[in-house]
């Protein structure tokens, strides 16, 4: 054992030297145009959501988001969530490609950043969402005086049954104190032949260091078929990995 500590030891430490800044985006539905380093892991987790809706309580530990910076301006992206309702079960998996057109104001320079994001839908464990389906969204991101606004457009088929849908979504983000930003976002979902689902969420974000992150967040329903309410919490670290990063960067 104390051998194998010497191993690894030397490989953490190098790992956690390379700290990349915490730029993945938590608690919201909807995303900003930007992507990770290359090189550069981003994880974001959800270590507690509860939701109520309709009478019923639903918890969901944990939910996991994991970016890559593949190359410049382009990452590849994981995600899932547990449910505990009243069984526990693998909910919303995807794989998505998420890369920035044009660089603004998110990557330091001026004017709108503009990205794009398609994602395949896999299965859940859930018996009635066992169906492939897929998504495409834009995101264009602006300032507006002290704001930071994130605005999403896009739709697909869904896992249920390959049935349409359309979604989109604004945040909003306002430096308070150094390190510290109150969130705004509204949202919705609507496919075909249900009742819409649109819901909006305030919150805040904590930049405990460049490479960590803490999130909290509550989130109301604006329609019927929306939960009734939601709170979730968690929290983003980035890293870089040397090898990945001196590949990512390699030169054509």
Known sequence: MKLGWRIVLPELLLVASTAAPASAYRPFVSTDAAVADPGAVEIELGYFSVERARGESTFTTP?????????????AVAEFGIVNSPGFDITDPALSLKGVLREGILQEKPGLSVAVEASLLLPSTRPDVDHFGFQGVAIVSAGLGPFIVHVNGGGGVDRVDTRPFGIWGVIGELPVVSRLRVVGEVAGEDVRGERPVHSALIGLIWQVASSVSVDAGVRLGLTEAAPDWQFTAGVTFAF?????????????
């Open 63 to 75: 939910s996991v988001v994991l970016n890559y910076g593949l190359v410049r301006n382009w990452e």
């Open 240 to 252: 870089g990995l040397p090898f990945l990063s001196r590949a990512a960067r390699k030169p054509d």
